[in-house]
């Protein structure tokens, strides 16, 4: 049983394209999340639901939209994809903690995309 | 803003011996929480340890533990017993998994 899923692992697209990438977790988790990790490893946050409410929103171009659901689902639609598009969009979920922390991180195993 | 630093882009450690990879960040708050991620080749995303700032004990799990050091900000991983599928990318992380560091590559030589 897989926690934390996101479709699809592979994704190459031309520029100008609009592509979604999708996520899903089992674990009755609050709070969602969305990284991208460049060509040199660096993960960095894009964004965080909680209970299906935008709490994190990091400096990402607007072609950038997340949209949630439900607390289960986090999917992530990218417009007009460019070339500096291409890294690795890794999902995650944590329960949320007393006091607002976050517990773990469960991740998903990652879209590669790939703009051409 | 808070910040994370790993200042070992990559270390190498021989099979069997113990490797410590070093991570320090920067923060005013007082309680938090501290992470060490593992991204083998797989790209799989796996938690290796974490440590509650309150907690005055060192966390540890099986062979993984952590040096942490509150007043200076240090947050260290140290490998016991290296072993060859210990090979990967590892990242601290601060604070509700906001705050990644760059990352250390570690390469287990048998």
């Known amino acids: 049983d897989t926690a934390v899923s996101q479709t699809p692992k592979y994704l190459v697209t031309q520029m100008g394209n609009d592509k979604s990438i999708k996520c899903e977790q089992n674990?009755?988790?609050?709070?969602m999340y969305w990284y991208k990790q460049d060509s040199k490893k660096f993960l960095k946050i894009m964004f965080s639901y909680n209970n299906k409410e935008l709490i994190i929103n990091e400096t990402v171009p607007n072609r950038f939209s997340p949209k949630s659901p439900d607390k289960a689902h986090l999917n992530l639609h990218i417009n007009s994809l460019e070339l500096g598009d291409s890294a690795v969009y890794f999902c995650a979920s944590s329960r949320r903690l007393q006091g607002g922390t976050n517990e773990k991180l469960f991740f998903g195993s990652g879209t590669q995309l790939s703009v051409l | 803003a808070q910040t994370v630093t790993q200042s070992q882009p990559e270390m190498s450690v021989q099979e069997a011996e113990t490797v410590t990879l070093s991570c320090t960040y920067d923060t005013s708050e007082s309680d938090y929480y501290l992470f060490w991620y593992k991204q083998p080749p797989s790209r799989q995303m796996i938690l290796v340890i974490r440590q509650e700032a309150y907690k005055q004990q060192n966390a540890t799990e099986n062979r993984f533990s952590v040096n942490f050091q509150k007043a200076a900000k240090s947050f260290s991983l140290k490998i016991s017993d290296s072993q060859l599928g210990d090979a990967a990318m590892y990242f601290c992380?601060?604070?509700?998994?906001?705050?990644f560091g760059k990352g250390t590559k570690l390469s287990v030589k048998p």
């Open positions: 674990l009755g988790h609050d709070t």
């Open positions: 992380a601060y604070e509700g998994n906001l705050i």
